[in-house]
């Protein structure tokens, strides 16, 4: 599994992140640990979860993943091999994520927060503290393939970035977190953070964790050179499209027990000309003679600009592909191929 560096830090991660959030409703822990421990054989250093996980997020299994991740780290006594991401939710009405007030990104949230996360995961640090979407109000993922209501609202008690910042450099001061990173950010936020880390306000961003896939490469636009320039890793997220690159909800299709059928959460891969847009991809990686999902994860870690792709599986055969995707030679006709499909169709998924 090749390794590479994390922003400017000096960790080096695994190009496959292993993802978690469905780890507490869809997983049990036995499959969790599981899970990791297949990853962990495999080359795998690094794992990303989140305080409102499992997804979908409810108060009866908030924080569980982590806690399934927790329990492992202590069987397994393996904290110094493995990187550890974790995420602090921003402004949401949901009260019971904050034992009974809304959460914002504001110094008692974000200590109240990383304080149960901590407790959850039992370790004294984590590597890598994602804010996991803005406080302001941004379409989700912020990055929109075209704008809507104009001008956007703004919340009056809106938090400042310096003000968010400034906690992140305490807990950075007293060895609680290692690194700071962002997640479902534009390119505004992203400089802004920056601009505010060089003026001495708190830590640099390392990285950004957007969602990333063949139908939607909107990260490309403009987030990409800024990335770029600025040493900011790419950790993107959703790289099978929530299922829908994998081709099993071709032509209208609905298995039991995938996600979809599940829950009603794929209204973001559900769009005019979606399902017409991924049949086609997943057709194209059949032409390939390749699984839609290798396929698909293969286009995702292969990006020049991409640190490490952030998988998610429900079964182990599921992960094993998933892993396998890190091998795939991704030729330049596979990519010609995608891009000309590009081209036709766009972002319709943003």
């Known amino acids: 599994m090749q390794l590479r560096r994390l922003g400017r830090t000096d960790l080096h991660v695994s190009a496959i992140c292993?993802?978690?959030?469905?780890?507490?409703?869809?997983?049990?822990e036995a499959d969790a640990h599981a899970q990791m421990d297949y990853a962990i054989e495999r080359g795998v250093n690094f794992l990303d979860t989140a305080e409102i996980y499992a997804i979908p997020?409810?108060?009866?299994?908030?924080?569980?993943?982590?806690?399934?991740?927790?329990?492992?780290?202590?069987?397994?006594?393996?904290?110094?091999?493995?990187?550890?991401?974790?995420?602090?939710?921003?402004?949401?009405?949901?009260?019971?994520?904050r034992g009974g007030?809304?959460?914002?990104?504001?110094?008692?949230?974000?200590?109240?927060?990383?304080?149960?996360?901590?407790?959850?995961?039992?370790?004294?640090?984590?590597?890598?503290?994602?804010?996991?979407?803005?406080?302001?109000k941004v379409p989700w993922g912020a990055n929109p393939a075209r704008v809507g209501a104009w001008p956007p609202p703004r919340d009056a008690d809106e938090t400042p970035i310096e003000?968010?910042?400034?906690?992140?450099?305490?807990?950075?001061?007293?060895?609680?977190?290692?690194?700071?990173?962002?997640?479902?950010?534009s390119t505004w936020g992203l400089m802004k953070y920056i601009h505010a880390s060089e003026k001495g306000v708190g830590p640099?961003?390392?990285?950004?964790?957007?969602?990333?896939?063949?139908?939607?490469?909107t990260f490309e636009v403009?987030?990409?050179?800024?990335?770029?320039?600025?040493?900011?890793s790419l950790l993107p997220y959703s790289p099978l499209a929530q299922g829908y690159l994998t081709g099993k909800y071709d032509h209208g299709a609905r298995p039991p027990g995938a996600r979809s059928t599940l829950f009603n959460r794929g209204q973001r891969y559900e769009k005019p000309n979606a399902a017409e847009t991924q049949l086609e991809y997943n057709n194209l990686a059949r032409a390939f003679g390749m699984e839609p999902a290798?396929?698909?994860?293969?286009?995702?870690?292969?990006?020049?600009?991409?640190?490490s792709n952030i998988i998610g599986a429900t079964t182990i055969p599921q992960l094993d592909m998933a892993l396998k995707s890190a091998e795939v030679n991704f030729t330049d006709e596979m990519l010609q191929a995608v891009d000309a499909i590009h081209q036709r169709t766009g972002n319709p998924c943003p």
């Open 18 to 28: 292993l993802g978690t959030m469905t780890w507490g409703q869809q997983n049990t």
């Open 57 to 97: 997020p409810k108060p009866e299994t908030q924080g569980r993943t982590e806690t399934y991740i927790g329990n492992w780290l202590s069987a397994r006594k393996n904290r110094d091999r493995v990187i550890l991401a974790t995420k602090v939710a921003g402004r949401t009405a949901d009260t019971w994520l």
């Open 101 to 136: 007030r809304p959460a914002k990104l504001v110094r008692e949230d974000i200590m109240y927060a990383i304080t149960n996360s901590l407790k959850r995961l039992q370790t004294d640090y984590v590597d890598l503290y994602q804010i996991h979407f803005p406080e302001r």
């Open 163 to 185: 003000e968010t910042l400034s906690v992140f450099a305490d807990l950075v001061k007293a060895g609680t977190i290692r690194h700071l990173g962002l997640s479902n950010e």
């Open 204 to 217: 640099r961003v390392q990285s950004v964790q957007n969602a990333y896939n063949l139908v939607n490469r």
């Open 222 to 232: 403009n987030l990409a050179e800024a990335c770029y320039r600025e040493d900011v």
């Open 294 to 307: 290798l396929f698909a994860n293969a286009f995702v870690v292969s990006r020049p600009f991409v640190t």
